[in-house]
């Protein structure tokens, strides 16, 4: 007979190969995510917790999540006199006559002002947003660094025949990417093979993995294989306007967000402060995008441009730079002209800068009409149906 000693003892509570599995299910998860952070930190982007973040917010707040420097506004803003004027009681859309409203309401605007003569005629905002609200600029910012660079040009710190590996000599690789002038970059010509990406689910490619790195100039560096003759065709590109980034960053000793703040935010009259986005901490700033400013002062940046490049009496960009921009370059992008980072949709003399999820700043200066539209639409949705609307607003 068996000792007390000996008897097995009988357990209570839930089965050892059920306590076994409760057990492997989370340190499996804690394995899955601790692995998960590992290879964020090895592509050096982002962590986990951040890309979730950017997943579940609206593209035009996705500035809030990113590091930024701020772009300062002047003490006292110009003036953006209110004269208020009723809209087209209905606009084109899709084949159809729609009011404006259902149109706002199709391409989730968040913001909407049109300015004619330098007056702000309408002035529109959804729930949540006012004329204090910063949304994102996405490509747009583009447009702005297109005026930086004529700034630069005309006070003869670049030059459009300079070669970019001139300028930024690390770039350096022997080869047909040496060839690369600043034109080609203000064209989207450069050939450079960054594909624009834009997968939400796997941005670490292309663009998107662009967007996360947290070493901008890394990048560029790393992508210096092209993919036909520089200048030889257009294919928009925009790690183009990030290494135009780089080049006015370099050539004026200045960060982007210093330069935007004093050759055009403050002569402007900006009304309230921008920021950028960094790739990070401290870092460089996103040139293709992410400059988060309020629909008021992008309606100023419209009107500087429609005033052919003046502000307060004062020559803020050269006249020349406003008649590059406002014509189209020889290479066309998708059916459309492109001028130095502006776009210029078919059979019309007007031209907008344009981000992803329906970002404009319009310009038409037929009517002297300035149109801005902010919104979290489709990546890149409804553009052209989105112009004739612009259209029949200035036309009316």
């Known amino acids: 007979m068996k000792s007390q000693r000996d008897r ?3 357990r209570f509570g839930l089965p050892a190969r059920r306590r076994r599995l409760l057990l492997a299910v989370p340190l499996a998860a804690a394995v899955l995510v601790g692995g998960s952070y590992a290879a964020t930190a090895v592509m050096d982007v982002p962590p986990p917790h ?3 973040r950017v997943q579940t917010t609206e593209p035009s707040r996705w500035g809030d999540l990113f590091p930024a420097r701020t772009v300062a506004a ?4 110009a003036p953006l006199t209110a004269a208020p004027r009723p809209l087209p009681a209905t606009v084109p859309w899709k084949g159809a006559r729609v009011d404006v409203a259902r149109f706002l ?5 968040n913001a909407f002002l049109v300015v004619r003569d330098g007056r702000l005629t309408h002035e529109w905002y959804r729930d949540g947003v006012t004329e204090r609200t910063r949304l994102s600029s996405w490509s747009m910012a583009k447009s702005m660094i297109s005026l930086l660079a004529g700034q630069a040009i005309g006070r003869g710190e670049l030059a459009e025949d300079d070669r970019l590996t001139d300028l930024l000599p690390e770039l350096r690789t022997g080869g047909a990417y040496d060839a690369i002038t600043v034109r080609d970059l203000l ?3 450069s050939g ?3 594909s624009e990406n834009y997968n939400a689910y796997w941005p670490f490619t292309g663009t998107a993995r662009m967007y996360l790195t947290r070493d901008l100039p890394g990048f560029v560096r790393d992508h210096r294989t092209v993919t036909h003759t520089p200048g030889g065709r257009a294919e928009y590109r925009s790690v183009d306007t990030q290494i135009l980034g780089l080049v006015l960053a370099r050539v004026t000793g200045r960060t ?6 004093e050759r055009i935010w403050r002569p402007i009259g900006a009304e309230r402060p921008a920021t950028w986005n960094l790739d990070r901490p401290g870092g460089t700033e996103k040139a293709y995008c992410c400059v988060n400013a309020t629909a008021r002062d992008f309606a100023r940046v419209g009107r500087l441009v429609l005033d052919g490049g003046r502000a307060a009496g004062h020559q803020v960009v050269p006249a020349p730079w406003i008649t590059r921009i406002a014509t189209p370059s020889r290479h066309r992008l998708g059916g459309w002209g492109y001028s130095a ?11 907008s800068a344009l981000g992803i999820h329906g970002q404009y700043t319009y310009v038409d200066p037929a009517t002297r009409t300035v149109i801005v539209k902010l919104s979290d639409h489709g990546t890149a949705q409804d553009e052209r149906d989105t112009v004739e609307v612009f259209r029949a607003i200035a036309r009316a």
């Open 8 to 10: 097995p003892k009988r």
């Open 50 to 52: 951040t890309l979730y």
């Open 74 to 77: 002047p003490d006292r803003a």
């Open 105 to 109: 309401a199709a391409t989730r605007t």
């Open 187 to 189: 064209d989207m010509a």
């Open 192 to 194: 450079v093979d960054v």
């Open 256 to 261: 982007l967000s210093d330069l935007l703040t």
């Open 341 to 351: 980072q502006w776009w210029h949709p078919g059979g019309g003399r007007d031209y």
